[in-house]
């Protein structure tokens, strides 16, 4: 089992930024790592998309040169620096990590971006 808590989220103006946190535990992550992980959102009316993956350093077009991923592994914790938020960034965004069946996910965060 793995259990993912993110927080960070919250209201700002286009051009701010904000840093999503999502921290990890449990005994499927402690034999895995944060490997494989990343973060997801999911806007009103829309599909879940990736955002950006940890190991294959993958960024969704609309989001790269202003969001970073990155983790500490000493704080079981991954990390999701946002800068230049536009209000398209409006979305509720989860945290995911691989489990061996299937994807286990947190329980999503908030992260509204005002005009």
């Known amino acids: 089992q793995v259990q993912l808590v993110e927080s960070g989220g919250g209201l700002v103006h286009a051009g701010g930024s904000l840093r999503l946190s999502c921290v990890v535990s449990?005994?499927?992550?402690?034999?895995?790592?944060?490997?494989?992980m990343g973060w997801y959102r999911q806007a009103p009316g829309k599909e879940r998309e990736l955002v950006a993956n940890?190991?294959?350093?993958y960024y969704a077009d609309s989001v790269k040169g202003r969001f970073t991923i990155s983790r500490d592994n000493a704080k079981n914790t991954l990390y999701l620096q946002m800068n230049s938020l536009k209000p398209e960034d409006t979305a509720k965004y989860y945290c995911?990590?691989?489990?061996?069946?299937?994807?286990?996910w947190g329980q999503g965060i908030q992260v509204t971006v005002s005009s």
């Open positions: 995911a990590a691989p489990g061996p069946v299937s994807t286990y």
């Open positions: 449990g005994l499927w992550f402690e034999i895995k790592g944060m490997d494989g």
């Open positions: 940890i190991s294959a350093t």
